[in-house]
């Protein structure tokens, strides 16, 4: 297991094969498909292409990418959170996203601060962005907490919908 960070409750590691179930799960959640997107997958075999195609990719081409974060009491997989390349930021995006059981009890936002500091830190990378649907409440005040500051509405390329754009510092 490659921990990249340790919060109080959680650590965040690189993604492993055995994470497809929980991948399938947590990316047709309700709250994903409402306020990140479809990823298309929808069992273990696309879970097992999404992990080598997205997230190992992002690991070999830039060092970074999202982390699944397991709970340090039990070690269950509870979310991901990391830092992604989009076309049409200039800066890596911070991202996160948790199973619907484990909202409202803050580990979006240690584990979102967490990515902030260590981006900002042994990374080396001044400036972020981060994003989020217009209707995500929770997720931008989220973002105020850990440092960003809203900067109004963007249109991504390959989005279908705008978002609203925080950047740090």
């Not at 947590?26 to 069992?43: A, H, K, Q």
């Amino acid at each position: 297991m490659a921990v990249v960070l340790e919060t109080e409750r959680l650590v965040l590691r690189d993604v492993e094969d055995d994470d497809a179930p929980f991948l399938v799960d947590l990316l047709n959640s309700p709250g994903f498909l409402e306020n990140i997107g479809d990823r298309g997958v929808r069992n273990v075999a696309d879970a097992a292409r999404f992990i080598e195609d997205r997230m190992r990719a992002s690991y070999r081409e830039h060092g970074f990418g999202m982390w699944v974060a397991v709970q340090k009491r039990d070690g269950a997989p509870v979310g991901m959170a990391g830092l992604v390349r989009r076309e049409g930021l200039d800066v890596p995006d911070v991202g996160y996203a948790f199973i619907e059981r484990v909202w409202g009890q803050g580990y979006a936002q240690e584990a979102a601060a967490a990515v902030l500091a260590h981006a900002q830190g042994p990374l080396g990378i001044p400036a972020l962005a981060a994003i989020t649907t217009l209707e995500n409440f929770a997720s931008m005040a989220v973002l105020r907490k850990v440092g960003f500051t809203y900067r109004g509405v963007i249109q991504l390329p390959g989005m279908d919908r705008e978002s609203a754009h925080f950047t740090c510092p």
